[in-house]
């Protein structure tokens, strides 16, 4: 079967590069992919007419949508009518992760297992004040140490993790500052513990996950400096074992299905669960209604089964039974940043050390100019590594980016070491 990748980034290239080796998979063309994805055909992805005829002309019958826009503008809704499937949730599902606010009543509603919060703004602004709460006092009473999301889609930056007091006043001006004063907001408490990344496959009902990862979001070294998309991924997590697993399940993802369930969304797709590990059990931070970035990058390469496969399985009624085979060992990603990401940027910068027969580089912020590759984002290269041990997966990755140098590349040198 003809294949069509939507988006740009190395969550992107990583699903390409999974779903060609396939057997079931003829062509893969990614849209509008970057300089390292083979099959690219510049459309926007937004413009739902242009994809059907796309696919009409092309003899697509799936489509993999890679990043949220897509999915929160309903791109599933569109196709419903259409021989094509769309690997993703309708736009009612897409709430989960297009909306805090929803995401957060989602879990209450339900029983999921997450931390204290109180919305503001929008909406929630007159009730708010007639109730007498203010986000100051909120923030005065948790003693700085919260975090505060925008409740729409801001590309991961729309999340500040605060430790005190001025850096939450400063979080709340760039909030207005970017949306509008009367912007939607939470402000929750900031869980302390281990971060983990689970990614489920589901048909709305069963599921299947992926083994566990962990994302390194803030920019600097030791968990500093602002929040990125992700500045690098490690699979699976030593902490994770069948007692955790059990109790992620019971309390969190079960929970999750039996809500979108009863909700009646159409979820054929993924449910990333953003987790913290705290003293008290596992806690829902956050859902994303794709595959996270950079987890893709090391959960796709860690993953035996055939992805078509289970992408199908989930529309077929078979997923319940599917068998999930994974790869020993451990997978490292390091992301390759521009300099002054995630704020102001250079682009068009030429890259050096990029060979076109290198397994495991993803490409995210790439771009082919005269046969040359040059930089055109923030995260430009995922340099993967795969070892028997962890350390053995950083020790490769690390001696790997060695290979690769462009003006101002950045990168973290802790990655995979946060838990040590």
Not at 348 to 364: M, P, S, V
């Amino acid at each position: 079967m003809n294949i069509a990748v939507i988006g740009s980034g190395g969550r992107e290239h990583a699903i390409a590069w999974k779903l060609s080796q396939s057997k079931l998979a003829d062509e893969v063309y990614v849209l509008p992919g970057n300089g390292g994805t083979e099959n690219n055909v510049d459309i926007d992805i937004n413009d739902f007419e242009m994809l059907l005829n796309f696919c009409r002309h092309n003899t697509v019958e799936l489509i993999f949508v890679g990043p949220e826009d897509p999915l929160a503008n309903g791109i599933v809704d569109y196709f419903a009518g259409s021989p094509v499937k769309v690997f993703g949730p309708d736009k009612a599902g897409a709430q989960l992760e297009g909306s805090k606010i929803f995401a957060k009543r989602f879990m209450r509603e339900y029983g999921v297992a997450t931390g204290f919060y109180q919305e503001f703004g929008g909406a929630n602004k007159d009730c708010c004040q007639q109730l007498t709460i203010f986000p100051k006092d909120t923030i005065k009473k948790m003693n700085g140490k919260c975090v505060i999301k925008y409740d729409g889609l801001a590309a991961g930056k729309g999340v500040f993790v605060c430790s005190n007091e001025e850096e939450a006043l400063a979080a709340l001006d760039e909030i207005h500052q970017k949306y509008g004063e009367d912007a939607s907001y939470l402000i929750e408490e900031r869980l302390e513990g281990n971060e983990l990344s689970i990614l489920a496959f589901t048909e709305g009902d069963d599921y299947q996950l992926l083994l566990p990862s962990q994302d390194h979001k803030q920019l600097l070294d030791g968990d500093k400096g602002p929040n990125t998309g992700g500045m690098g991924a490690f699979c699976p997590v030593p902490f994770y074992n069948e007692e955790l697993k059990k109790q992620i399940e019971n309390d969190i993802i079960e929970p999750t299905m039996k809500g979108i369930k009863a909700e009646g969304f159409n979820y054929k797709g993924v449910v990333y669960f953003g987790l913290m590990i705290t003293k008290t059990g596992p806690k829902l931070l956050e859902y994303n209604v794709r595959l996270g970035d950079p987890e893709t990058e090391v959960v796709l390469p860690a993953m035996k089964s055939d992805l078509v496969e289970l992408i199908l399985s989930c529309f077929d009624g078979t997923l319940k039974d599917y068998k999930m085979e994974f790869n020993k060992g451990f997978f490292v990603d390091i992301v390759l940043v521009s300099g002054g990401y995630p704020a102001a940027y250079k682009k068009g910068i030429h890259i050096c050390g990029l060979k076109e027969d290198q397994e495991l580089i993803f490409h995210a912020g790439t771009k082919k100019v005269n046969f040359n590759l040059e930089t055109s984002g923030g995260r430009v290269l995922n340099v993967v590594a795969h070892g028997n041990t962890l350390n053995e997966a950083i020790d490769k990755a690390y001696e790997r980016v060695n290979d690769f140098y462009f003006e101002d590349m950045f990168f973290r040198k802790d990655i995979g070491r946060r838990n040590k």
